[in-house]
T-cell receptor, first 115, second 113 residues
Framework: ETGVTQSPTHLIKTRGQQVTLRCSSQ?????VSWYQQALGQGPQFIFQ???????GRGNFPPRFSGLQFPNYSSELNVNALELDDSALYLC??????????????FGPGTRLTVT | DQQVKQNSPSLSVQEGRISILNCDYT??????FLWYKKYPAEGPTFLIS?????DKNEDGRFTVFLNKSAKHLSLHIVPSQPGDSAVYFC????????????FGPGTRLSVLP
């Protein structure tokens, strides 16, 4: 069974640029959630995708957008990067409706630095 | 406004003793609570959960207690082992599909040999 994978591991971008982060969900999982974890804080929910549709969103501006593909992998896109976007971005997958409904499996994260 | 609080940024415990990590929440609509642990350079790993219909859930060395009236939960680890050294996050959710987990800021546990 393959776990949740994310790419790239690290990324450095300049303020105003755009970035795309990628996530492959765990085998058999059809739901993907994205979180932002700033230094010294807990993960903060950005949004969730289920069957290629957004299924809930946290308090993040529209310049944070996402996609989910038919194979349940997902992308997080951030436009017009700001310095405060520097954080660890975590992807988590879960088998919505099956097993333990709330259990989410996290990937190792992508460390984004905006300069 | 932090809806999930972990007021102890760090905790040190001797190997073999009990570790108690605390978590408080403010939103009475939360009905499911989870604990995750996180090692450096890895994503959070699910540890144990509890729903609001229970006040205790046990899994091996890990037990979570929920006091709904006080809006407080705690994670007990007995006996503590050096491999338990990690950052522990408390998380809460208020719907049936696991969206919008709200995480606390975490407590760094160090288990000393």
């Amino acid at each position: 069974e393959t776990g949740v994978t994310q790419s790239p591991t690290h990324l450095i971008k300049t303020r105003g640029q755009q970035v795309t982060l990628r996530c492959s969900s765990q085998s058999g999982h059809n739901t993907v959630s994205w979180y932002q974890q700033a230094l010294g804080q807990g993960p903060q929910f950005i949004f969730q995708y289920y069957r290629e549709e957004e299924n809930g969103r946290g308090n993040f501006p529209p310049r944070f957008s996402g996609l989910q593909f038919p194979n349940y992998s997902s992308e997080l896109n951030v436009n017009a990067l700001e310095l405060d976007d520097s954080a660890l971005y975590l992807c988590a997958s879960s088998p919505l409706g099956g097993g333990v409904p709330y259990e989410q499996y996290f990937g190792p994260g992508t460390r984004l630095t905006v300069t | 406004d932090q809806q999930v609080k972990q007021n102890s940024p760090s905790l040190s415990v001797q190997e073999g003793r009990i570790s108690i990590l605390n978590c408080d929440y403010t939103n009475s609509m939360f009905d499911y609570f989870l604990w995750y642990k996180k090692y450096p350079a890895e994503g959070p790993t699910f540890l144990i959960s509890i729903s609001s219909i229970k006040d205790k859930n046990e899994d091996g060395r890990f037990t979570v207690f929920l006091n709904k009236s006080a809006k407080h939960l705690s994670l007990h680890i007995v006996p503590s082992q050096p491999g338990d050294s990690a950052v522990y996050f408390c998380a809460a959710s208020g719907n049936n599909y696991g969206q919008n987990f709200v995480f606390g800021p975490g407590t760094r546990l160090s288990v000393l040999p």
